[in-house]
């Protein structure tokens, strides 16, 4: 077959996937909202929470010990050297930090919701290798459309058996967060 051809049944099978809903999945409160990469896209996740009316803890360096007083855990990912070293860390630190509130979210039964609010802003080799171990350890990722464009996230999903959803904008996160914790209202 062609590369053309190859291209066209990759294509295919991405949109093929099925999105499923925030309906399918519901998460409970009280949640953490750390960072994967200490970008400012974090803080846009908390704004994001705080306008859905979440009972939440914010913490962009959030340790282990933090799960104890919550009941799911949301990981903003994309990485900012600037971040970084504002923080006086790393990647390699970072990623290390991120593994163990991933590992003790699982001992702890906790949900983790991945969410990449960046755009292609927040993709390249600093940001996926956060991309990827948030994504690939969710149970469920919201990612802002555009993303995810090459279908990054869609195949981690696909292949992890995870639920992702994709929000049109930024803005449209906020009313994915109300359906996912069950604040959403009948208007």
Do not use: W
Request: charged content about 25%; some cysteine; proline content about 2%.
């Amino acid at each position: 077959m062609s590369t053309r051809i190859y291209s066209l049944i990759f294509v295919f099978y991405l949109f093929s996937v099925p999105v499923l809903h925030s309906q399918e999945f519901q998460a409970e409160q009280p949640v953490l909202i750390t960072s994967a990469g200490q970008s400012s896209d974090v803080l846009m996740g908390k704004i994001l929470a705080g306008k859905a009316k979440l009972d939440f803890l914010f913490d962009k360096q959030a340790q282990t010990a933090q799960l104890d007083s919550v009941k799911s855990i949301i990981i903003v990912s994309g990485g900012s050297v600037k971040g970084m070293g504002a923080a006086g860390i790393d990647k390699d630190q970072e990623y290390e930090r991120v593994k163990s509130i991933i590992a003790a979210a699982k001992k702890n039964k906790q949900p983790v919701i991945g969410m990449h609010l960046g755009g292609k802003s927040r993709r390249g080799s600093l940001s996926d290798q956060f991309n990827r171990l948030v994504a690939e350890n969710s149970n469920y990722i919201i990612v802002v459309k555009e993303g995810d464009e090459d279908g990054f996230f869609t195949k981690i999903a696909k292949t992890n058996k995870i639920i992702c959803e994709h929000a049109e904008n930024i803005v449209s996160v906020q009313q994915s967060l109300e359906k996912l914790y069950g604040l959403a209202t009948d208007e």
